[in-house]
């Protein structure tokens, strides 16, 4: 490897997120700020709601009354 190309790697940077988690891991930055996580995302924690909008057939059938 080169010297003097890579950035320097954190052993241990803290990552905060908005609902207040706060992770320890390693990265090249310092310090991390997210807006969602894994304790906070509607995927993960199952409040995600999955609406389903149809194709063109659906909305074909829904028009002219066949379904």
Known sequence: MKEGIHPNYNEETTITCAC??????GST???????ICSKCH????????????????DKFKKKYGLA
């Open 20 to 25: 207040g988690n706060v992770l320890k891991v």
């Open 29 to 35: 930055k310092k310090d991390i700020k997210v807006d």
């Open 42 to 57: 509607p995927f993960w924690t199952g409040n995600l709601r999955q609406e389903t909008a149809g194709g063109r057939a």
